[in-house]
């Protein structure tokens, strides 16, 4: 199958501190990776390599036409901001060249009324906050996902639909999903790859090889009580 | 050749429109102080023009410039804050500037003073704000998203930082084409005072930009009739009208 992205001995340093090291994989099209580790592993600094926004050593490798929906941990938005959630999604409309009826799509996708989004931005709950975002990277169509804790602060039937949204997308249109998590039930569920960004070493594979108690007392330096069924 | 008198006056306007403009987008991005200390800068390159017996206007231009790249590559560099870098230049700036001009010289920089205007500036000067209004129209998509993230931008192609050092010219240029009016301590003024007291009362990027624009333009030209009525300079009155609206808004937040 044709590899969407492939990771060879990345590194990302931030002055002398090595945040990620020597890390190798490839993903194939359509597949779902979840990315887990203790806090402070190097997880967001990953998605933020991957995105470009950060400099990396090794290589770092796109399949040619990829489009990017990329949802942050957290935003520091100025509560006082006057944006509401359509000022962003039309933006976001107008850079890639798509009509206002896309905008609609991806709120009804997310599940946010049109009365939330027209709402300054700093007025809106965090979760709200959290499902414009997912509705912004959405929008235009992308064929590769990355988000980072998406359902952090979303009540469970927001959970529940952002679940089916991406359960859909990669049904439909084949959409590669780069996740962070901290739910391994969610990972184990959803994802068809693993990398688990340990203290020594990273750990890349299918779930039922990477979230073994082993490898997961290694990484979070704890016993963890936690064991992959198979779906077969 | 020098203008008539609509031409200064058009210009006044039409500078006032672009300072309403851009401060919209520097208020959102909370560099207001950055953004004002940053117009300081334009007095060391007045102090040359001076010198160099050059138009101290294209000198005002050549500092805000300079300043802008070298605040914007510091950051970039060092990771500083922009704010800790831009005091850093600012002070530097301020102190060379002092040192350079002296006397009236430098009361009318530092506070402005409105002067004969040529046709040749007058055309430059406009096609200068033209520009401003110009990048803005057609970037305020990619300034909006960079401003709410600068990850995001970069995960949908925008080059975050190139279209940070585009944006930071504009300003400099917008102060450069109000210094000869407002001088260089209250031109940051009209780019903040406005875009801030819209921020208060607007919700939504339209409106909010539509009213920093308007309260621009309004304290600009109600701020050189009190000048003009009370025959002292018109500087000081347009800040003051500008700081009156900002008043106001803060009544209509408590009581609204």
Redesign the interface.
């Known amino acids: 199958m044709e590899n969407i992205l492939e990771v060879d001995h990345l590194g990302v340093r931030f002055g002398d501190t090595a945040v990620l090291r020597d890390l190798t994989f490839a993903l194939a099209k359509g597949a779902t990776l979840a990315v887990i580790g203790q806090n402070g592993s190097g997880k967001t600094v990953l998605f933020?390599a991957l995105?470009?926004?950060l400099p990396h050593d090794g290589v770092l490798r796109w399949a040619p036409g990829t489009r990017?929906?990329?949802v942050?941990q957290k935003?520091d938005?100025?509560r006082?901001?006057?944006?509401?959630g359509?000022?962003?999604l039309?933006?976001?409309a107008?850079?890639?060249g798509v009509g206002a009826k896309q905008v609609s799509t991806a709120l009804g996708r997310v599940g946010l009324e049109g009365a939330v989004a027209s709402r300054?931005?700093g007025a809106l709950s965090g979760g709200q906050f959290q499902l414009l975002?997912v509705a912004?990277a959405l929008l235009?169509d992308p064929n590769v996902l990355?988000l980072d804790e998406p359902t952090a602060g979303i009540d469970e039937p927001g959970q529940d639909r952002l679940h089916e949204v991406l359960r859909s997308l990669r049904a439909e249109r084949d959409t590669t999903v780069l996740l962070i998590s901290h739910e391994l039930s969610v990972v184990s569920g959803q994802a068809t790859h693993v990398l688990c960004l340990g203290r020594k070493r990273a750990y890349f594979g299918p779930p039922q090889e990477v979230i073994t108690p082993k490898t997961l007392e290694e990484v979070y330096g704890t016993h963890v009580r936690f064991h992959v069924h198979d779906h077969d | 050749m020098s203008t008539t008198t609509i031409e200064p006056a058009l210009l006044l306007l039409v500078t006032s429109a672009a300072a309403g403009l851009v401060g919209s987008f520097i208020v959102?991005r909370?560099m207001v102080l950055a953004a004002d200390a940053l117009s300081h800068v334009a007095l060391p390159g007045i102090g040359f023009a001076l010198l160099l017996k050059i138009h101290p206007l294209a000198g005002a231009l050549f500092a805000l410039l300079l300043g802008t790249v070298l605040i914007w590559g510091i950051e970039r560099r060092a990771r500083l804050p922009v704010e800790t870098v831009v005091g850093v230049v600012f002070s530097g700036a301020l102190a060379l500037g002092s040192l350079m001009t002296s006397g009236d010289e430098l009361i009318q920089a530092l506070l402005g003073k409105p002067t004969q205007l040529g046709s040749a500036e007058f055309v430059i000067a406009l096609a200068g704000a033209a520009g401003v209004v110009a990048f803005l129209a057609l970037r305020?998509?990619?300034l909006?998203?960079s401003l709410?993230?600068?990850?995001?931008a970069?995960?949908?192609g925008?080059r975050a930082w190139s279209l940070e050092l585009q944006f930071m010219i504009v300003f400099a240029i917008t102060v450069a084409l109000g210094v000869r009016y407002l001088g260089v301590l209250l031109m940051g003024s009209l780019v903040i005072i406005p875009a801030a007291t819209?921020?208060h009362v607007?919700?939504?990027?339209r409106?909010?930009v539509a009213v920093a624009v308007l309260l621009a333009v309004t304290s600009t030209a109600l701020g050189t009739w009190i000048g003009a009525v009370t025959g002292g300079e018109t500087g000081p009155p347009i800040v003051l009208v500008a700081v009156a609206f900002f008043l106001l808004s803060l009544c209509k937040r408590a009581f609204v």
């Open positions: 933020r995105i470009g926004a990017f929906g990329y942050p935003l938005i100025d006082d901001l006057p944006l509401t359509f000022d962003l039309s933006a976001r107008g850079i890639a300054p931005i975002l912004f235009a990355l | 959102m909370r305020w998509r990619e909006l998203v709410v993230s600068r990850d995001i970069t995960s949908i925008i819209a921020k607007a919700v939504g990027l409106r909010m």
